[in-house]
């Protein structure tokens, strides 16, 4: 069936520094969407890709979808504590949540 | 709050115990969905319902028993859980029943459910 893997599955950064995790597919998606959970919450949604190579900002984040279709990425440019929690990716063509990237930022 | 009510926030039940869990969006969204999110599992997809009907069942022990009495409110009966089912229980809503928007997913906060 289908499977979505993220990568890596947790990442220790220093305030400042740059973090970025990785979303791939096993099969060819639609779409594909991102959320973020803080610790002790729930998936909040962050922005959804259609296109083939597109790419969006969020103020420090950035978004990006393959070519292929197969694969996407989340960038996040001079982390905050804010940043602090666990980045899902979700693909469609029938919904399934990726693996999660639990991010901890050290001030 | 986000539009989508959970309640009980935490429950903790026997295992021959019945209980039930309620979700309520305040949407307008046309599907509601059930997840269960295990420690160090992905989310997994539990039931899908689209203008209340149900459009998907993921293989779910009989033992959980979704009701969806109308578009804005979703249940989910418990009755004889296991252990192993103790998990936090998230609704969640869309206004499209693919899931295709650019509003993506509202989840509640969920029900962090423990089966002693």
């Known amino acids: 069936g289908q499977q979505v893997m993220q990568i890596p599955q947790y990442q220790h950064v220093q305030e400042g520094e740059d973090f970025t995790t990785y979303c791939n597919s096993s099969?060819?998606?639609?779409?594909i969407q991102w959320y973020k959970q803080r610790p002790g919450g729930h998936p909040v949604f962050l922005i959804q890709?259609?296109?083939?190579?597109e790419v969006k900002k969020q103020k420090r984040l950035t978004f990006q979808f393959g070519e292929a279709k197969k694969n996407s990425s989340l960038h996040i440019t001079a982390t905050q504590t804010t940043d602090v929690g666990t980045y899902f990716c979700?693909?469609?063509?029938?919904?399934?949540f990726g693996t999660g990237t639990r991010l901890l930022v050290s001030p | 709050e986000t539009g989508v009510t959970q309640t009980p926030r935490h429950l903790v039940m026997g295992m021959t115990n019945k209980k039930s869990l309620k979700c309520e969006q305040h949407?307008?969204?046309?599907?509601m969905y059930w997840y269960k999110q295990s420690a160090k599992k992905p989310l997994e997809l539990m039931f899908v319902?689209?203008?209340?009907?149900?459009?998907e069942n993921n293989s779910v022990p009989s033992r959980f028993s979704p009701e969806c009495p109308n578009s804005s409110h979703l249940f989910l009966h418990l009755h004889t859980l296991q252990p192993e089912d103790s998990a936090l229980y998230l609704c969640?809503?869309?206004?499209?029943?693919?899931?295709?928007?650019?509003?993506?997913?509202?989840f509640g906060s969920g029900t962090r459910l423990t089966v002693v």
């Open positions: 319902y689209s203008l209340e009907e149900r459009v």
């Open positions: 949407l307008g969204h046309n599907a």
């Open positions: 890709l259609v296109k083939s190579g």
């Open positions: 979700a693909g469609f063509q029938k919904l399934v």
């Open positions: 969640a809503s869309s206004q499209d029943p693919q899931g295709i928007s650019n509003y993506g997913y509202t």
């Open positions: 099969t060819t998606l639609s779409n």
